[in-house]
């Protein structure tokens, strides 16, 4: 796994290769504006998983800091990730979920060329079980965009 990986305006840092915010075993990187910024302004997670018994945790998942939100970041940081997920490890496709009411994980995704694909019960075994009853399941395909800017 490469330990950092740069975009246009970001820098995606590896903090560990454990699990992250959500279930699924993957790779946990920090945001940053650039790469000599020493404050991170995120974090971003891919878990390459495909199986159908992480339906509700996704491939990838993004938080960004309140102070740093409403720029565009998440996309940028979804972006650079998606181009590595595809063109290193193989990815065709990107599962994302979300909160069924987190309207702007919704658009970042839609943006991203995603399309949504059913509601999913978060199952008894998931980390999230309890804490919400389900997740909007998105899909985007990375195949589809081969030689289009991710």
């Known amino acids: 796994m490469i330990r950092k990986i740069k ?3 970001l820098c995606l840092k590896l903090e560990s290769e454990s699990q992250g915010f959500s279930c699924a075993k993957g790779w946990y990187y920090k945001i940053y504006l650039n790469d000599k910024n020493k404050d991170p302004i995120g974090e971003i997670e891919l878990h390459p998983n495909d199986s159908s018994e992480y339906i509700a945790e996704g491939n990838v998942g993004y938080l960004i800091y309140p102070l740093y939100r409403g720029h565009g970041y ?3 940081a979804s972006e650079v990730l998606l181009k590595y997920a ?9 599962r994302v979920t979300m909160r069924p009411d987190n309207d702007i994980s919704q658009h970042v995704v839609e943006s991203l060329g995603g399309t949504y ?4 019960k978060v199952p008894k075994r998931s980390k999230l079980y309890g804490t ?4 909007l399941v998105y899909n985007i395909d ?4 081969k030689g289009k800017k991710l």
């Open 7 to 9: 975009g246009k305006n």
């Open 74 to 76: 998440a996309k940028e």
């Open 86 to 94: 595809y063109e290193y490890l193989g990815m065709k496709n990107i």
């Open 117 to 120: 694909i059913e509601y999913a």
């Open 132 to 135: 919400i009853e389900g997740v």
């Open 142 to 145: 990375l195949e589809s965009k």
